[in-house]
């Protein structure tokens, strides 16, 4: 709970919640606006102004841990609910030029509102490749597009989406190069959304995915000396 410059935790004893001190940071803030939970830790982020601040749980306490903060110009001025927003991973460099490019990713959409993944090679000339589109009732649907958002075809649930998922329809070709390798979530519209783990792999959970590569090159078929005509006497069999 934010309480002016304080970020307040309230546990739940069995009857009623009570004041946890050590799950509080009473100290280091100026504006706090917002708390997100990170699940299955003591964790948090916390929206203070300009900054998202991280504090991790250290075995007594939360501390702030700034190689894990981010500053984000204006987001102070976005007020208690932003109707759209976008998020970028860092490059990632393949090491070769490449021509397909596969983002996967375990995304959760409410209903009325969509999710955009986006690829590019060199920073500025973005590629959309699919969207999630939440359906009233709770259900979700996975499109994908050929022509950068023009158009699209649906392909199944969101979950086709996810790392554990192997679908091949969200390959795509045009955004690969040396040194391509961003993805973002364009923006989304509607009430909710967000990304969760779905997948395990050496005991790290990981809500996204990149691949790149290159399809396998025609077969080379060495060429072979005419077949020898055996005369007509001579007989060739198995035993």
């Known amino acids: 709970m934010v309480d002016g410059s304080r ?4 546990s739940f004893d069995g009857s009623g919640f009570s004041y946890n001190a050590a799950l509080s940071v009473t100290s280091g803030l100026t504006s706090p606006s917002c708390v997100a939970l990170r699940p299955g830790t003591y964790d948090r982020l916390i929206v203070d102004g300009d900054q998202v601040k991280y504090y991790m749980w250290d075995g007594s306490q939360l501390v702030y841990n700034p190689q894990l903060s981010v500053t984000v110009a204006g987001l102070q001025n976005v007020g208690g609910y932003a109707p759209s927003a976008q998020a970028q991973s860092q490059g990632k460099d393949p090491g070769a030029s490449v021509a397909w490019v596969r983002v996967r990713a375990s995304l959760r959409s409410a209903a009325q509102n969509v999710h955009y993944l986006a690829v590019t090679a060199d920073g ?61 979530d364009p923006g989304h519209g509607g009430p909710g959304g967000d990304t969760q783990d779905q997948s395990t792999q050496s005991g790290r959970r990981r809500a996204v995915v990149w691949e790149a590569g290159n399809a396998p090159q025609k077969p080379v078929i060495p060429s072979r000396a005419p077949a020898t005509r055996l005369p007509p006497d001579v007989h060739v069999g198995l035993h």
Do not use: F, Q
């Open 7 to 10: 970020v307040k935790h309230y």
């Open 124 to 184: 500025s000339a973005w590629v959309t490749r699919w969207r999630v589109v939440g359906l009233d009732g709770g259900g979700t649907r996975l499109e994908v597009s050929p022509d950068d958002g023009r158009s699209w075809d649906p392909i199944g649930e969101a979950s086709r989406a996810w790392p554990t998922a192997d679908t091949l329809e969200l390959w795509g070709g045009g955004a690969g190069g040396p040194g391509g390798g961003l993805a973002r």
